[in-house]
């Protein structure tokens, strides 16, 4: 990464072309939420972001997110956190601890121990399903057969507060069908949430509905 890097300047960047893609898919710049992803990325260079008034980031690992996010929190306590990567079953009470939205819910284990978890300290989290919508063997996520049934189930027996939708489109495909499918099975559910569209396709994501999109690397440089 280059030292001289301005976070703060390429979020600008950023937000001015989210700006304009909604603008051009006929919708508010307001509707659409930049999730700045800043996974392997120091407090140093996060800070001019929280410093330009940037508040919405995503992090990958529950233990890196642990390490550096509470004290940044202290300085900065409106600053709301989404976890964006998987999670495991034995990381749950410290995502809880950590996070303010789950993104990543993606499989019954999951959605069982965080109501338990949310049931224990009294509180719940915001979520979203996140869909494996390319059906990929090595992707986590919700089959697209299962949604309506896991999205019920987590509403209705494990009282989950379930936002939205969240889904990463296989790398070689087009990715508008994907988002086109993810936002179709959010409306039949009544979710209004859609996490979709990242650094090379988030503006064909702002067209087809995203309310989320997760951008890391424009903002925060290359990852080491």
Do not use: Y
Not at 15 to 36: M, T
Not at 207 to 212: K, N, V, Y
């Amino acid at each position: 990464m280059a030292e001289d890097w301005d976070s703060g300047a390429a979020l600008a960047a950023v937000k001015d072309e989210i700006a304009e893609a909604a603008r051009e898919a006929g919708r508010d710049p307001g509707d659409v939420s930049l999730v700045a992803v800043s996974k392997v990325h120091d407090a140093e260079r996060i800070r001019p972001a929280l410093e330009a008034g940037h508040r919405l980031f995503g992090e990958n690992r529950v233990q890196e997110a642990a390490g550096k996010w509470p004290v940044l929190r202290e300085e900065f306590p409106d600053l709301v956190l989404h976890l964006i990567g998987p999670l495991q079953s034995n990381k749950t009470k410290q995502a809880v601890e950590v996070f303010d939205v789950i993104e990543s819910v993606d499989r019954p284990k999951i959605a069982r121990a965080l109501a338990g978890e949310f049931e224990r300290i009294g509180r719940s989290l915001p979520v979203f399903v996140q869909v494996n919508t390319g059906e990929e063997a090595q992707k986590a996520g919700v089959l697209p057969a299962d949604v309506d049934a896991f999205i019920k189930d987590c509403t209705d027996n494990l009282g989950l507060d379930v936002k939205g939708l969240m889904c990463i489109p296989p790398v070689d495909e087009e990715p508008a069908l994907h988002f086109k499918l993810l936002a179709d099975m959010a409306e039949r559910n009544g979710l209004s949430g859609l996490s979709m569209g990242m650094s090379a396709d988030f503006r064909t994501a702002i067209a087809l509905g995203a309310t989320h999109v997760r951008v890391g690397t424009a903002i925060f440089g290359t990852r080491t």
